[in-house]
Nanobody
Framework: QVQLVESGGGLVQAGGSLRLSCATS????????FGWYRQAPGKQRELVATISIFGSTNYADSVKGRFTISRDNAKNRAYLQMNSLKPEDTAVYYC??????????????WGQGTQVTVSS
């Protein structure tokens, strides 16, 4: 079965940093673009960063210059380095493969997510 396990979240003060990790199994990791999503209370899940199979990246405007998505194909893992965190970054963060065509999430079985809370 497809398994996506996010970790690395926590409580940090504004301006701090966190590094999120996404462990995957049951997928052909190298063949998939990957994305990080977040969902704040009362809001829709938002795609914040993607990385292609070639390593090219894209970011939501809200996180550009602050977040960096990366991948380690040898470990079947994706990462999200988050710097200069703001209270509005507070959300549950999820990872998923994304379709190359439209960047929609590929798998319905989302992981548990990892909570990121940024205090002022």
């Amino acid at each position: 079965q497809v398994q996506l396990v996010e970790s690395g979240g926590g409580l940090v003060q504004a301006g701090g940093s966190l590094r999120l990790s996404c462990a995957t199994s049951g997928i052909t990791f190298n063949a998939n673009a990957f994305g990080w999503y977040r969902q704040a209370p009362g809001k829709q899940r938002e795609l914040v960063a993607t990385i292609s199979i070639f390593g090219s990246t894209n970011y939501a405007d809200s996180v550009k210059g602050r977040f960096t998505i990366s991948r380690d194909n040898a470990k079947n893992r994706a990462y999200l380095q988050m710097n200069s965190l703001k209270p509005e970054d507070t959300a549950v963060y999820y990872c998923n493969a994304v379709y190359n065509s439209n960047m929609k999430p590929r798998y319905d079985n989302w992981g548990q997510g990892t909570q990121v809370t940024v205090s002022s």
